[in-house]
């Protein structure tokens, strides 16, 4: 990799040469159907990642777009939105669904928790929703939403699911094809949307959303979206044929996406799940070594990323530095978190070599800052949670 430094921050994260090459190809007109033949098979690797039946979206802007596209577009003014959040990126979709007059409740659960299942069937029960938000894993918390219950719940009283995999999508199971709950209802994530730069391991630039059937028989309800932009009706000619036109979309970066979605589909997403599960619990081992524990419980701990708790005097900021000036890029904390904790991506393209030389620089930077930590076993409990989780059949 010609990366000089370990960006082991929640997105973006470290970019792989064969997609760094990808990007530097040669920038062709936006409707040159040299160009649209790749943009096609990246929004074909796309469905074929989520395994939808529906309509894959695949444009420019960050996460927070394919938030607010896959809102506006089930979503109308005066419908009641609940917001399931488990931390910061979940609380966004409050002010997103208050700017286009949706009426939103949200259930917060405490900052490290997973949402308690009965009080979102006990609001279900009182209120009709449209739709309800969940953050597969929030990267302010590093806690993952439990899709397996929370799903069925949601569908059992007829709203929407939708899912926000900005740091999840590519390596947590988002199968749109699946069945959550029983078989034979209705239990299926109906709207995915992510971003480039997380899990997927590509530059940040790209909004990514999937909607399936029901999702689109919404949109269809409703007459007018208040956007223009995010309306999907606008480019769905192009995402079937991108030799036509709407809004330019960011050529070089459809480069880097399909080829990081070839990467992600030759690893096999069975595979890819299994590794990122096997780095969250290999990084949280070994730094439990060195006295810091993660926020989130290991039940409720997302596979991406972890927010580890500092054990008493150390300095955040003096930490990031002096690890960061080993080349390893670690996140500070959000909100009341800031300087108590520190957020720490393992996820897309990051390896098993990268992440043990990180829990070394770690203890370095503890040693430095006078903890009296032992590296080698850290680096013991990495590998050997790590190869635990993965030979696993
Ligand atoms: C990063 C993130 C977002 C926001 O994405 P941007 O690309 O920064 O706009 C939304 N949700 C989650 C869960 C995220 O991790």
């Known amino acids: 990799m010609r990366n000089e430094e370990m960006l ?15 990007m530097g190809q040669e920038t062709r007109g936006h409707t040159d159907p040299r160009f649209a033949a790749i943009y096609k098979r990246a929004i074909d690797r796309t469905r074929e990642m989520l395994q939808t039946d529906g309509e894959v979206f695949v444009i420019s ?34 002010p997103l669904a208050k700017a286009f007059g949706i009426e939103a409740d949200v259930i917060q659960a405490e900052w490290g928790k997973q949402v308690d299942p009965d009080i979102v069937e006990k609001k279900l029960a009182q209120t009709t929703y449209k739709a309800v938000t969940l953050t597969h894993a929030d990267t302010s918390t590093g806690v993952a939403a439990d899709l397996d219950t929370l799903v069925p719940i949601i569908k059992k009283h007829g709203a929407l699911v939708i899912l926000d995999g900005v740091c999840a999508t590519a390596a947590m199971e988002e199968d749109m094809s699946k069945t959550y709950g029983q078989e034979g209802a209705d239990g299926k994530i109906d709207v995915v949307l992510t971003g480039s730069q997380k899990a997927i391991g590509v530059p940040p630039g790209l909004a990514i959303v999937a909607f399936n059937q029901t999702a689109l028989a919404a949109r269809e309800k409703i007459e007018q979206v208040p956007a223009y932009y ?23 970066l459809i480069y880097a996406y399909d080829e990081g979605m070839k990467l992600v589909l030759t690893e096999g997403m069975e595979n890819r799940y299994k590794r990122h599960e096997a780095f969250g619990k290999a990084v949280r081992a070994a730094l439990a070594v060195y006295g810091m524990k993660a926020l989130a419980n290991e039940e409720a701990a997302a596979a991406t990323l972890s927010c580890i708790l500092y054990p008493d005097g150390v300095n955040d900021a003096k930490f990031r530095a002096t690890l960061g000036k080993k080349g390893v890029i670690v996140a500070g904390a959000l909100a009341h978190l800031a300087g108590k904790a520190f957020r720490i991506g393992h996820m897309g393209n990051t390896t098993e070599a990268m992440l043990e030389e990180a829990v070394t620089h770690i203890g370095e930077t503890l040693i430095e800052l006078g903890k009296d930590v032992n590296i080698t076993e850290a680096r013991e409990h990495f590998t050997e949670t790590f190869h635990m989780h993965t030979s696993r059949s």
């Open 8 to 22: 082991l921050v929640p997105g973006p994260t470290p970019v792989v040469d064969s997609i760094y090459d990808a």
């Open 61 to 94: 802007g960050s996460g927070t777009v394919a938030m607010e596209m896959a809102l506006v577009n089930t979503v109308t003014s005066g419908e009641r939105l609940l917001i399931i959040s488990q931390g910061f990126f979940g609380d966004r979709f409050l």
């Open 230 to 252: 995010c309306d999907i009706y606008n480019w769905l000619p192009i995402m079937h044929d991108p030799t036509k036109y709407f809004a330019t979309p960011p050529v070089n």
